[in-house]
Nanobody, 124 residues
Framework: QVHLVESGGGLVQAGGSLRLSCAAS????????AGWFRQTPGKEREFVAS????????DYVESVRGRFTISRDNAKKTVDLQMNNLKPEDTAVYYC?????????????????WGQGTQVTVSS
């Protein structure tokens, strides 16, 4: 079992930055892929970024590539999402997740553990 808690969301103006952090507790983390997803009302949860177990390999949805960076610290059991040059369309509830797989995965069905979500609002 893994328990995930996100923090760092908030309100920011367009062009600003936020850093989301996700702390994991439990036995599973350092050997597992981790990711960030987001969701807006009435829409399906969307893949944002993922990291393999090592943190060396990462993947992003095209709309955030070059602006967002995912990183992890397996010793501390944390996975962060640095978000720069934020846009109003980035507004969403952001969720961190841990997968049963160790390699990069971007599908919600591949993730077994989810945090409660943190709201990010970007004003224009």
């Amino acid at each position: 079992q893994v328990h995930l808690v996100e923090s760092g969301g908030g309100l920011v103006q367009a062009g600003g930055s936020l850093r989301l952090s996700c702390a994991a507790s439990g036995r599973t983390f350092s050997a597992n892929a981790a990711g960030w997803f987001r969701q807006t009302p009435g829409k399906e949860r969307e893949f944002v970024a993922s990291s393999d177990w090592s943190g060396i390999n990462t993947d992003y949805v095209e709309s955030v590539r070059g602006r967002f960076t995912i990183s992890r610290d397996n010793a501390k059991k944390t996975v962060d999402l640095q978000m720069n040059n934020l846009k109003p369309e980035d507004t969403a509830v952001y969720y961190c997740a841990v997968s049963r797989y160790s390699t990069l995965v971007k599908f919600t069905e591949s993730y077994d553990y989810w945090g409660q979500g943190t709201q990010v609002t970007v004003s224009s």
